[in-house]
């Protein structure tokens, strides 16, 4: 059955429109990334201001009228998305804007952003009858893939780079997948799964590669104008690896905006760290993406060549924002400024967004005036060892009062 709500699979690059089909990810014509284009006088039908108001879901299934899917029947049984919106004016003030917002999408079921995106490519998988589903991950795409289809009668197959944190890898074992390490880096995780998928007919989740991805992560755009009343913020800052965040944020506000539920689109900061920097350094120059090396502790961040770099690059230019990186000691920092400043414990990825802000601030490149979000995509007991590299030891005493009053003046 073909979906009303959907016009067609256009091409990143060449434009070239496809039909959505069972098995389709890219471009037939050049291989580039496929968006899906809706039909929004059909769905305009379907979703209102006054019909969200009364809607009683606050997953992210109350914007199914903007989703690649037909129903809801396959959502796995899980709370996802519809996480909190902080308004922090203590740390606005302390840092010399308007307002700041923090979303906290480390509260999903996996605990990081990418159950959004795990949940629609799950359910066209299941809409399309698949039996075995794959991906490859730096942890947390697949964590979320293996959560949500915990509970399904399909196989969920994960490739991840051996360099995986340990507790990502846990995820995966307790939620049941069959768990593939890859001796290498996440490329070649990601590589060898697309060889295995074509290979063996598995459904593919890829990052970018597959078009629904983008379609669930564009769900936080959608709660983040709803939470602030359909009033857009001046900036949102995107913590950026392979692109499809950023790609997905853009779509939401587009989307809102095709509706005419907002009248103005934000301006996207894609915050990279230092040395996995390619959609920086793209758009910074000729928008090309190359391969840099990768390196970081955020291992989530820490790609080489950005799978969703194209639409990454795009979305930043037609947003008008721009592109800062940021050194792994300063991602550190945000994990305790975050933590400190907001009570959110954030993995290295998750509060990048959050040193990105502080160098924007820094540079100049956000004004005093300017109201700013800033995404805060995973949970930092996902990485212990990294957070316990920004803090100090606890204190350890015998258990007696004289031993407590020796370290207590120092406390
Ligand atoms: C916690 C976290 N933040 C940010 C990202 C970056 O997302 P993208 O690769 O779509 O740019 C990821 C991706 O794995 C992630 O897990
Ligand atoms: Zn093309």
Same mark, same amino acid.
């Given at each position: 059955?073909?979906?009303?709500?959907?016009?067609?699979?256009?091409?990143?690059?060449?434009?070239?429109?496809?039909? =959505?089909? #069972?098995?389709?990810?890219?471009?037939?014509?050049?291989?580039?990334?496929?968006?899906?284009?809706?039909?929004?006088?059909?769905?305009?039908?379907?979703?209102?201001?006054?019909?969200?108001?009364?809607?009683?879901?606050?997953?992210?299934?109350?914007?199914?009228?903007?989703?690649?899917?037909?129903?809801?029947?396959?959502?796995?049984?899980?709370?996802?998305?519809?996480?909190?919106?902080?308004?922090?004016?203590?740390?606005?003030?302390?840092?010399?804007?308007?307002?700041?917002?923090?979303?906290?999408?480390?509260?999903?079921?996996?605990?990081?952003?990418?159950?959004?995106?795990?949940?629609?490519?799950?359910?066209?998988?299941?809409?399309?009858?698949?039996?075995?589903?794959?991906?490859?991950?730096?942890? !947390?795409?697949?964590?979320?893939?293996?959560?949500?289809?915990?509970?399904?009668?399909?196989?969920?197959?994960?490739?991840?780079?051996?360099?995986?944190?340990?507790?990502?890898?846990?995820?995966?074992?307790?939620?049941?997948?069959?768990?593939?390490?890859?001796?290498?880096?996440?490329?070649?995780?990601?590589?060898?799964?697309?060889?295995?998928?074509?290979?063996?007919?598995?459904?593919?989740? !890829?990052?970018?590669? !597959?078009?629904?991805?983008?379609?669930?992560?564009?769900?936080?755009?959608?709660?983040?104008?709803? =939470?602030?009343?359909?009033?857009?913020?001046?900036?949102?800052?995107?913590?950026?690896?392979?692109?499809? @965040?950023?790609?997905?944020?853009?779509?939401?506000?587009?989307?809102?905006?095709?509706?005419?539920?907002?009248?103005?689109?934000?301006?996207?900061?894609?915050?990279?760290? =230092?040395?996995?920097?390619?959609? =920086?350094?793209?758009?910074?120059?000729?928008?090309?993406?190359?391969?840099?090396?990768?390196?970081?502790?955020?291992?989530?961040?820490?790609?080489?060549?950005?799978?969703?770099?194209?639409?990454?690059?795009?979305?930043?230019?037609?947003?008008?924002?721009?592109?800062?990186?940021?050194?792994?000691?300063?991602?550190?920092?945000?994990?305790?400024?975050?933590?400190?400043?907001?009570?959110?414990?954030?993995?290295?990825?998750?509060?990048?967004?959050?040193?990105?802000?502080?160098?924007?601030?820094?540079?100049?490149? @956000?004004?005093?005036?300017?109201?700013?979000?800033?995404?805060?995509?995973?949970?930092?007991? #996902?990485?212990?060892?990294?957070?316990?590299?920004?803090?100090?030891?606890?204190?350890?005493?015998?258990?007696?009062?004289?031993?407590? #009053?020796?370290? @207590?003046?120092? @406390?």
């Amino acid at each position: 059955m073909k979906n009303r709500k959907i016009k067609s699979l256009k091409c990143i690059s060449c434009g070239e429109e496809h039909e =959505q089909k #069972k098995g389709l990810y890219t471009c037939k014509k050049c291989s580039s990334n496929l968006e899906v284009i809706y039909d929004y006088s059909y769905i305009k039908k379907r979703i209102s201001k006054a019909k969200l108001r009364k809607n009683r879901t606050f997953d992210i299934w109350r914007y199914e009228a903007l989703l690649p899917i037909e129903d809801t029947r396959y959502k796995p049984p899980v709370q996802i998305g519809g996480s909190p919106l902080y308004d922090n004016d203590t740390l606005a003030r302390s840092m010399g804007i308007r307002k700041l917002y923090l979303k906290d999408d480390s509260r999903n079921p996996s605990a990081s952003f990418k159950d959004r995106a795990s949940a629609v490519a799950m359910v066209n998988a299941l809409e399309n009858n698949e039996k075995v589903l794959c991906g490859a991950s730096t942890g !947390n795409a697949a964590s979320s893939m293996s959560c949500l289809t915990s509970t399904c009668s399909t196989k969920t197959i994960i490739f991840v780079p051996q360099s995986a944190p340990k507790a990502k890898i846990a995820q995966l074992l307790v939620f049941g997948a069959s768990v593939i390490m890859v001796k290498g880096t996440y490329d070649d995780a990601f590589d060898l799964c697309i060889e295995a998928s074509k290979e063996f007919g598995w459904y593919n989740r !890829n990052t970018g590669y !597959n078009p629904y991805t983008r379609e669930g992560k564009k769900t936080c755009s959608f709660e983040i104008a709803e =939470q602030l009343h359909w009033n857009v913020p001046d900036r949102v800052f995107v913590p950026t690896g392979d692109g499809n @965040i950023l790609s997905g944020i853009w779509k939401g506000f587009k989307d809102l905006y095709a509706l005419r539920f907002i009248t103005k689109l934000p301006k996207l900061i894609a915050v990279q760290a =230092q040395y996995s920097n390619a959609v =920086q350094k793209a758009f910074d120059s000729d928008g090309r993406i190359r391969p840099v090396s990768g390196k970081t502790i955020a291992d989530s961040i820490s790609v080489s060549f950005p799978r969703d770099g194209d639409a990454a690059v795009q979305a930043i230019r037609e947003s008008n924002g721009s592109a800062v990186t940021v050194t792994d000691d300063e991602i550190l920092k945000a994990i305790k400024d975050v933590a400190r400043g907001a009570g959110i414990f954030g993995e290295p990825a998750g509060v990048t967004s959050f040193a990105g802000l502080k160098k924007a601030i820094k540079t100049g490149e @956000i004004k005093r005036n300017e109201s700013a979000v800033v995404l805060i995509t995973g949970n930092g007991l #996902k990485d212990i060892d990294s957070a316990m590299k920004c803090v100090g030891e606890p204190f350890l005493i015998k258990p007696e009062l004289k031993a407590l #009053k020796n370290i @207590i003046k120092k @406390i």
